[in-house]
């Protein structure tokens, strides 16, 4: 998918990814679901300008999340790498971003350029996930539960940040 003009991939409800091979090249956010996103599975390749992935439902708590459990990301995007307005659950697969050109490149801050990001809680049960970003690597501003999983993260601003809580359980950081 190539979108010279705005986003890769748009639903105004949700958008499940149950496999296959997906590569999104967009001038603005790449993969959007404005409910929600849920993948299970499939290799997806997203080059955007924008959010790599991003859910934006900020009028129902109940929407507006990101859901991963399992396939293969990998996600270059000039803002966040992932975002979801209210909760991400990472639980399987495999992720690599780079947000806003890296954890060396020199940003303004003035756009968020954060790897993983949301707006509630962050849950990460499992996943190999590198993150490259010139903003917060993992960020939440709420609470953050990490209890399995690899974490490798460099970032030019904090590497986890959470603006509650952050309970680490497990894996490897």
Do not use: P, W
């Not at 109940?62 to 990472?90: F, H, M, N, P, W």
Request: net charge negative; with cysteine; aromatic share 2%.
């Amino acid at each position: 998918v190539v979108a010279s003009y705005n986003h890769g991939i748009v639903s105004k409800d949700d958008l499940r990814i149950t496999g296959g091979v997906i590569a999104v090249n967009a001038v603005n956010d790449g993969i959007k679901g404005r409910d929600a996103i849920a993948i299970r599975g499939g290799t997806i390749t997203v080059n955007a300008g924008g959010d790599g992935l991003q859910s934006n439902n900020d009028e129902d708590a109940e929407k507006g999340y990101v859901c991963i459990e399992g396939g293969t990301l990998r996600i270059a995007a000039g803002q966040d790498g992932i975002q979801a307005q209210t909760s991400l659950q990472v639980g399987d697969g495999s992720i690599a971003i780079v947000s806003g050109g890296g954890s060396l490149a020199s940003y303004d801050f003035s756009e968020s350029a954060k790897g993983l990001k949301a707006g509630v809680s962050i849950a990460i049960t499992g996943c190999a996930i590198e993150i490259d970003s010139t903003d917060d690597a993992i960020h939440s501003n709420g609470s953050m539960r990490i209890d399995a999983g690899s974490i490798e993260a460099a970032s030019g601003d904090d590497g986890i940040h959470a603006d509650s809580a952050i309970q680490i359980g497990g894996g490897t950081l």
